[in-house]
């Protein structure tokens, strides 16, 4: 299976801080990663560079066969889906949610005077009952909660059909129950035969759907592990990632952390 995002010796310098420092880390079509770390370990960092919307200092980046540096941005981004807070936070909160989907179809934040077709509007529909978000099309995205927020988010991440997806920190903020609806609509859309590569980045186990293949474990601007779920996503990494004696159990394809210190056990923070 081709690559569909390649990382060849990646540095990310700001301010004279290093952000990323030397990550090699190869995506192919077919499978479904978690990024796992700490505040500041660099994860959010891994998604930017992924999403084509910083540049290495050092190094080589390939997404979907272009490197970085030699490709017009704009024509690559189209076929790349990203949710975050940070893209939310660009939405015009009198926008409709339907139209905050259908805006995905020219890779912009708010509805202007572009004009769509009707496959376009078909498509978003359809997208918007697939995450149980059709009787939300009406609503404007200001007055939605928080779950239904990032819901849309996804729903748009997803309209145009994109080559590889990216998701940054979807769960977060969001009570038990509005997590759990999330994370089981995740884990359908992973598990499917024809969903994307993915790329989710979580400070939580609790978070990982069923259906994600791989994990990338980072800490302090490097990868402590990476590879499959199942041989690497152990205690032992994750006690060096958080640097914290840490106790992992996984039921069902769901996993639970928490920390071990002097006989007793508490929730590992994050």
Do not use: C
């Amino acid at each position: 299976m081709p690559s569909v995002l390649q990382f060849s010796d990646v540095s990310v310098v700001r301010n004279l801080n290093p952000i990323l420092d030397g990550v090699d880390w190869t995506v192919t079509g077919d499978q479904r990663w978690i990024v796992l770390g700490p505040n500041g370990a660099g994860k959010t960092t891994l998604l930017q560079l992924a999403a084509t919307l910083i540049h290495p200092s050092k190094g080589t980046v390939s997404v979907l066969d272009e490197t970085l540096g030699r490709v017009d941005v704009f024509e690559l981004r189209p076929r790349i889906g990203f949710a975050s807070s940070a893209l939310a936070k660009r939405v015009p909160p009198e926008e409709t949610v339907l139209d905050v989907v259908l805006t995905a179809a020219y890779s912009v934040t708010g509805r202007w005077v572009e004009q769509y077709e009707d496959i376009d509007v078909k498509r978003a529909s359809r997208v918007l009952a697939e995450w149980k978000l059709d009787h939300l099309a009406d609503r404007r995205f200001g007055t939605l909660s928080d779950g239904e927020q990032k819901r849309v988010q996804i729903a748009r991440a997803i309209m145009t059909d994109p080559e590889l997806l990216l998701l940054d920190e979807p769960a977060a903020s969001l009570d038990l129950g509005t997590r759990e609806e999330l994370v089981e609509l995740l884990g359908g859309y992973a598990s499917a035969d024809d969903s994307p590569a993915i790329i989710m980045v979580t400070h939580h186990v609790e978070e990982i759907p069923v259906g994600f293949t791989h994990v990338l474990l980072v800490r302090d601007g490097g990868i402590v592990a990476a590879g499959p779920i199942a041989e690497t996503l152990t205690a032992e990494h994750l006690s060096e990632t958080f640097d914290l004696p840490i106790e992992l159990s996984e039921e069902d394809g769901r996993f639970h952390a928490r920390s071990v210190r002097a006989g007793r056990s508490a929730v590992a923070p994050s």
